[in-house]
């Protein structure tokens, strides 16, 4: 970063004795090429299957609705059966219809959290539209918890921290956080990564915050994760300093194709998923690719979210042959197909580029094949762009054939 510290005084301001004293008993797991032991300084990539904990949330989620669905008054049933079907616009229905009819008393502390948690990011266009959906809902479901008695627990304080997070309400995630404390609560490892990917996007300040939460998380007595230092990773990203997210990667994380150094982690989609977000934002895009190919080499499958980040940066620094390389290795070797937010880098990297037939040949790819629509938004942009080349009429039929399709869809 010009003008800034270095990578190493960054990373030795943040050496603490208590994180010395802590370090000594965990048995060499979090050993670091450093000093001392160091507190490292986040989904639209998103956040969503970061964690083995992710997954034990969700398992006993079900088995909470399935328990629930015995004891439950009859009339609360479709609720419970919207939620495992994970419809969140029925759940949100459901939800509001009982309320309007007084029904809500009907509902276990439970119930309320299950809808709570209904309410996730997972793989959308994160704008300004979602996130005051988002927010509006999650508040007003705390809000008639309250009302009938029933107060959050942890683990709907660290949703409220995953989505606050995701969809970047910081203020939100700082009063949840200080919510959590007030109440008594003693925030878990999982409540710590979500508070700690909130960071992400901060700038100001972020280095400070990260270093505290880390700092706290010690005190407490809890154990950093692969999660938390995959997190650190994108922090190093976000600041675009990848050299400092790269020693954190090797320091934490056992690259080897046998996986034997049990002082460290076996990397998972996740951490290199993170590394490849701090090599893409700061440009490298040669660095990206070769840890993706490390990736591939040690053994460790590569995701959905894997190629995202390939593609997004390649888009956003307009190497069109990586992208379309990487789309078909996507498709072809582990049968993913593009999304919507995939296209929208696509589409946004052939209008920035001046290729406006590209841009008109993924709209129709992307509805033809894979029953998507381009959003309003990369319609006006490429109209524009028409425009700017005085193709008028190109400009005119762009807007006949596909704003009316946009709007039909919405409704």
């Not at 629930?68 to 419970?80: E, G, S, T």
């Not at 300040?205 to 706290?216: E, F, M, Q, T, V």
């Not at 040690?298 to 390389?325: H, Q, Y």
Request: proline share 4%; net charge positive.
């Amino acid at each position: 970063m010009p003008g800034g510290p270095s990578v190493g005084k960054l990373v030795f301001c943040l050496f603490t004795p208590a994180s010395r004293r802590l370090h000594s008993h965990l048995k060499g797991r979090h050993k670091l090429p450093f000093p001392d032991p160091v507190i490292y300084s986040t989904f639209s990539t998103n956040f969503n299957r970061i964690s083995s904990t992710r997954n034990r949330h969700k398992r006993e989620t079900l088995n909470t609705e399935n328990r629930l669905r015995v004891v439950a008054h009859k009339r609360v049933l479709p609720l419970l059966q919207a939620i495992l079907n994970e419809d969140i616009e029925a759940v949100w229905y459901l939800y509001n219809q009982l309320d309007g009819e007084d029904k809500l008393k009907l509902l276990l502390p439970e119930h309320h959290s299950l809808v709570l948690r209904s309410i996730n990011v997972k793989n959308q266009l994160i704008d300004e539209e979602l996130k005051t959906k988002y927010t509006k809902r999650l508040i007003y479901v705390i809000g008639r918890m309250k009302a009938y008695g029933y107060n959050p627990d942890v683990r709907d304080y660290t949703h409220l921290l995953h989505v606050f997070g995701s969809i970047k309400k910081y203020r939100e995630c700082d009063k949840i956080w200080a919510r959590m404390w007030e109440s008594g609560l003693k925030p878990g490892i999982y409540a710590y990564n979500c508070y700690l990917y909130s960071c992400l996007g901060r700038h100001r300040g972020c280095l400070a915050l990260a270093s505290d939460i880390w700092r706290n998380l010690q005190n407490d007595g809890l154990n950093p994760n692969a999660v938390t230092y995959a997190v650190m990773i994108r922090i190093y990203g976000d600041l675009k300093m990848p050299d400092g997210a790269r020693q954190i990667f090797d320091s934490a994380f056992d690259i080897s194709e046998e996986h034997k150094d049990a002082s460290k982690f076996t990397p998972t989609e996740y951490s290199f998923n993170s590394l490849l977000y701090a090599y893409g934002r700061s440009g490298e895009l040669d660095r990206m690719k070769s840890a993706y190919e490390l990736m591939v080499k040690v053994g460790v499958m590569p995701d959905f979210n894997t190629f995202g980040e390939l593609i997004r940066w390649s888009c956003e620094f307009k190497d069109l042959e990586g992208v379309r390389a990487y789309i078909a290795i996507m498709q072809e070797q582990y049968g993913f197909q593009p999304n919507i937010t995939i296209f929208n880098h696509f589409i946004k990297l052939a209008i920035g580029t001046g290729r406006t037939t590209l841009a008109i040949e993924l709209f129709r790819e992307m509805k033809e094949k894979y029953n998507l629509f381009p959003i309003a938004k990369m319609v006006r942009k490429l109209h524009a762009k028409m425009r700017l080349r005085k193709r008028y009429a190109d400009a005119q039929h762009l807007v006949n054939e596909w704003i009316p399709q946009i709007v039909t869809r919405k409704q």
